[in-house]
């Protein structure tokens, strides 16, 4: 079993920057593609950003494009959201999830992480 664990998240006001981060261990990390997705109570996971296992690619959801990058460091078995100008709608608990092979935009993830909040004041 993998284990991830997230870090990071907080109260900020509206425009800030944050960076969360996900602590991968107990399988190769490099053979997994990673992802970050959000949830708010009453809606389904949204997909916010994904990177390849070799950290070749990368995708985004639609209302984070141009704001939030995600990276991954193979030799510390981690990857990061940087999230800048960070809105009042980016509220939410933001979970860190693992998969082998292709990013997929939907929560079919093999391993999710406890979740961390995120709340943006406007």
């Known amino acids: 079993q993998a284990q991830l664990v997230e870090s990071g998240g907080g109260l900020v006001q509206a425009g800030a920057n944050l960076r969360l981060s996900c602590a991968f261990s107990?399988?190769?990390?490099?053979?997994?593609?990673m992802a970050w997705f959000r949830q708010v109570p009453g809606k389904e996971r949204e997909f916010v950003a994904g990177i390849t296992w070799s950290g070749g690619r990368t995708f985004y959801g639609d209302s984070v494009k141009g704001r939030f990058a995600i990276f991954r460091d193979n030799a510390k078995n981690t990857v990061d959201l940087h999230m800048s100008n960070l809105k009042p709608e980016d509220t939410a608990v933001y979970y860190c999830?693992?998969?082998?092979?292709?990013?997929?935009?939907?929560?079919?993830?093999?391993?999710w992480g406890q979740g961390t909040q995120v709340t943006v004041s406007s």
């Open positions: 107990g399988r190769p990390f490099s053979n997994y593609a």
């Open positions: 999830a693992a998969r082998r092979f292709d990013v997929l935009t939907i929560p079919e993830y093999e391993y």
